[in-house]
């Protein structure tokens, strides 16, 4: 949420104009399918946000506070069917709308905000650390603008974590002061989106090396000697999973008796490593925060505006 900042402005007739899902006649911020907008078009602005292709998500900021799109739990979890070292991470989108009519224009800012688990519990992911114990703790999470006709494959680099502080599970990229829309830009009022792209990846560290080495020597006819020695190595990582709960042990005992009386025994163990089921993941919830700018200089970004009417 933006400081509010002040415009005073006469308004004299009105004249109605088609915007998206906006109303109201002196209202910055409005929800509905059309405006009433001064002919001196001192602006009127919407904004929503939700996730891409799912029109039932769709969350409007009735007044300049931000609204919130849910990365499913669901989603974060299909980083456990990745394998090997560099997989390809796995992809889900969000979308943020709007339009500014007038003089005004839209930019907001995007931030991990909570993790919220099934039973209501929430843990504080502003700061981008994730919960212990759950699978996006384990996880990168890039947030990004998509690239040309919705892209994602320009994933950006993970940023090394400053001294003394821990590494980030969520990231965003160009989160701060986003524009959705310059003012001035929009006369005819058309909704402005603007798609996001969400790379998930498990954090795969290598279990261990695989070592080989080969040493061959031949010996000629003429009793010379030749010798050669290679050596290559791999990496070695098992399937991702959440940290085990505990072993699980097991023994069996048989004792069997002979016709003739004779005695056989035998006995075997095994162990089994306990996970913890992974379909409780939390869902991750990203904000979205807009906030009007102008064409004029002197009026500061915010949220709100006050209008003098004649």
């Known amino acids: 949420m933006r400081p509010a900042a ?5 308004v004299g007739t009105v004249a ?3 915007f998206g899902v906006v109303s109201g006649v002196h209202a910055l911020w409005t929800v509905n399918d059309a405006v009433v907008v001064p002919p001196f078009r001192t602006g009127a602005v919407a904004f929503a946000a939700q996730a891409a ?24 979890i299909k ?18 709308s709007g339009a500014a009519l007038g003089i005004t ?26 919960r212990e ?57 058309r909704e402005v989106e603007q798609e996001w792209c969400v ?40 399937p991702p999973a959440l940290d085990p709960l505990g072993e699980y042990a097991g023994r069996g005992s048989v004792r069997a008796t002979a016709e003739d009386a004779t005695v056989s025994r035998d006995h075997d163990e095994w162990r089994a490593l306990i996970f913890p089921d992974p379909s409780g993941e939390p869902d991750l919830v990203l904000a979205l925060d807009p906030w009007v700018t102008n064409l004029n200089p002197a009026v500061a970004p915010g949220d709100s505006f006050a209008f003098a009417t004649s």
Request: overall charge negative.
């Open 53 to 76: 292709g799912d029109d039932t998500t769709r969350v409007h900021s009735a007044a300049g506070e931000p609204v919130t799109v849910t990365l499913p739990g669901a989603e974060i």
């Open 199 to 238: 790379a998930m990846r498990w954090n795969h560290d290598p279990d261990g090396r695989y070592v080989n080495e080969v040493h061959v020597r031949a010996t000629g006819e003429d009793g010379g000697e030749n010798g050669a020695r290679t050596r290559w190595q791999a990496a070695v990582a098992f």
């Open 105 to 130: 224009g839209l930019s907001y800012d995007v931030s991990p905000a909570d993790q919220v688990a099934g039973d209501g519990g929430t843990h504080d992911a502003s700061s981008g650390v994730a």
């Open 6 to 10: 002040r415009l005073l402005t006469t």
């Open 79 to 96: 980083v456990l069917d990745q394998t090997g070292l560099e997989p390809e991470p796995v992809f889900w989108r969000f979308r943020a």
């Open 133 to 189: 114990g759950t699978v996006l703790a384990g996880s990168t999470v890039k947030v990004y603008p998509a690239g040309t006709g919705g892209d994602c494959s320009a994933v950006p680099a993970t940023p090394l974590a400053a001294e003394g502080e821990p590494q980030r599970n969520v990231h965003v990229f160009a989160g701060d002061a986003h524009v959705l829309q310059e003012p001035g830009a929009n006369p005819a009022g």
């Open 16 to 18: 109605a104009v088609t």
